[in-house]
């Protein structure tokens, strides 16, 4: 009878070095990936503002970081800063996911313009056939429009240096 009142401390006690076990022996995570790495950027029905040109007609033969973003989402700020540093050296391309034109251009006005242009995804299903998980999502393409990575989350100045240096050290970007 009296070990009846121990058991919430033994399963306690059990749970606590179950977790303490996860934490002290757990592997780096591996970020996560894309079926399109190293292939061609899909054939995607998205345009600019004006409907003027589609982004591969945009893109073709061109080194180019493109950027998924909505005015809507909170890390898209935070990593804004991040863009807008290095819109002068690379060619920072935007997707606006499922967000309206008037969001995007007052989001831009606000916190200044890092991309040489603008595509419209207001459904969200073209960059859900991108691979998008959630925004921001940013991907680096060579010239040959092949994606060489695919950086999931709001990217900082140090992973954005880390991979630029990687896949571009030998590409003219501007």
Not at 29 to 50: D, H, M, R, T, V
Not at 123 to 135: A, D, K, Q, T
Not at 159 to 166: A, C, N, R, V, Y
Request: net charge positive.
């Amino acid at each position: 009878m009296n070990f009846i009142k121990y058991i919430p401390l033994i399963f306690f006690v059990t749970i606590s070095i179950f977790f303490y076990n996860k934490i002290k022996y757990k592997k780096n995570l591996e970020p996560l990936s894309s079926a399109l790495i190293k292939k061609k950027f899909p054939q995607l029905n998205i345009y600019g503002i004006n409907n003027e040109v589609d982004i591969n007609s945009y893109i073709k033969n061109r080194s180019v970081i493109i950027n998924i973003f909505a005015s809507w989402c909170g890390p898209c700020r935070i990593e804004h800063k991040v863009l807008k540093r290095f819109s002068t050296e690379y060619n920072i391309i935007g997707i606006a996911y499922k967000d309206s034109q008037k969001n995007i251009n007052n989001f831009l006005d606000d916190l200044g313009n890092p991309y040489e242009k603008v595509f419209f995804d207001s459904s969200g299903i073209e960059s859900i056939n991108l691979g998008l998980y959630g925004v921001p999502e940013t991907f680096f393409l060579d010239k040959e429009s092949i994606i060489l990575y695919k950086h999931v989350g709001p990217i900082n100045e140090e992973e954005f240096k880390k991979i630029t240096s990687k896949f571009f050290t030998n590409t003219n970007l501007r």
